[in-house]
């Protein structure tokens, strides 16, 4: 029998040029029936236990939300059932999280429990060091990406040079009309969830958006480079959307996190995505695009062309290197690994995931709550 379930691919967490950014207090809101977070050492089997979780989930026919990891997308950081309104999470580095409200809604599975601690001790010298190691190369990664950053930066300015305000402003507008019309202030007004649809990982550049909007009839596909004013559309957008009493969903920029690429709001089944490189959108029948570069002035484009090929050529290499340091994090990361899943007692392991999956089947037994990000 094939699930009816959907299940959409994100990441709570980035490597960027302002370092890891963490979005995991955005996985579940404060209305959630029970958070679980994970603790334990590398290999301890927590992305196992939540791609177990998930499967089952879905294979139910409950929506699944995974959040991958952008050290390597092939490990899940957190599993949310929107429905049940239950969330599981890895609580270790670097999004360390712990229990906001201790019992009454969040409890911590500590799968240290099951590992051979006399083993682990005997390897303590070979574990530091394999750690350091993981270190050192992050912190040569977030040097790359930093520099990516600046360059991004460059270029945008050169496009921000030529941007003429006003047809920005009222291209804005436009947008707000077509998907608002007159639709009035709440007095309640709605939440915003951020997270990113895309991470540099030691993969390159993953892009899970085609995901993310599943649900969105109507798309409208914001094109133009850097400093034509896409993530201020966004932004002005997604104001509007929570003044008017709606929930969204904001997703990152995954090199520059305090950039907006795309939003999402489910209720009036929406989207508004950017649509440039890395990320380019592939487009799908009755699309509506939103073109920024008509708001340019090209004789100033023209001027900064020199400017913005040479930013595109060196911000690509920076990239590249940082993809290279984060590849090699992730190996020091698997060797690691390779000193505990030796010493894990995965028979008690695979009891816990059945346990856990029966506890969140009792809670989906109850009434079902939807649960969306908080928030702050």
């Known amino acids: 029998m094939t699930s009816k379930a959907q299940m959409r691919r994100m990441f709570a967490g980035g490597n960027t040029s302002r370092g890891f950014r963490s979005f995991y207090d955005h996985l579940i809101g404060q209305d959630a029936t029970r958070t679980i977070v994970l603790k334990g050492g590398p290999g301890v089997g927590k992305s196992t236990l939540m791609k177990y979780i998930a499967e089952h989930m879905s294979y139910l026919d409950y929506d699944v939300e995974l959040f991958h990891c952008s050290s390597d997308p092939s490990s899940l950081d957190g599993v949310v059932m929107p429905k049940v309104a239950v969330a599981l999470m890895d609580g270790t580095a670097p999004h360390v999280m712990d229990p906001r409200f201790p019992g009454a809604v969040d409890e911590i599975l500590y ?59 009222k291209l804005c507008h436009k947008v707000i009309l077509e998907v608002f019309g007159d639709a009035r202030v709440s ?163 695979q009891g816990l995931r059945e346990r856990t999956l029966q506890r969140i089947l009792e809670f989906a037994s109850e009434t079902p709550v939807i649960a969306r990000g908080d928030q702050s």
């Open 187 to 349: 007095d309640h007004p709605g939440k915003a969830r951020h997270l990113f649809a895309s991470a540099i990982t030691p993969d390159g550049f993953i892009n899970y958006l085609d995901t993310v909007v599943i649900g969105c009839s109507r798309r409208y596909v914001i094109r133009g480079g850097p400093g034509s004013g896409k993530s201020t559309l966004i932004e002005r957008v997604a104001d509007h959307a929570v003044r008017s009493g709606l929930d969204v969903e904001l997703f990152h920029c995954s090199l520059n996190p305090d950039s907006l690429e795309h939003l999402v709001m489910p209720a009036i089944k929406t989207a508004l995505i950017t649509s440039v490189e890395p990320h380019v959108w592939a487009g799908r029948p009755n699309d509506i695009i939103v073109d920024m570069e008509q708001c340019l002035d090209t004789a100033i484009v023209e001027r900064n062309a020199k400017i913005a090929d040479y930013d595109r050529s060196l911000m690509q290499e920076a990239m590249d290197r940082a993809i290279l340091f984060l590849g090699q994090a992730r190996d020091a990361h698997r060797f690691l690994e390779s000193f505990y899943i030796p010493n894990i007692d995965f028979d008690a392991v």
């Open 111 to 169: 799968l240290g429990d099951y590992w051979n601690e006399p083993a682990m001790r005997a390897k303590k010298n070979e574990i530091i060091a394999c750690s350091k190691d993981a270190t050192r190369h992050f912190q040569r990664a977030y040097r790359f990406l930093r520099t990516a950053g600046d360059i991004l930066d460059d270029w945008s300015d050169a496009n921000a040079e030529a941007l003429d305000i006003g047809a920005a402003n």
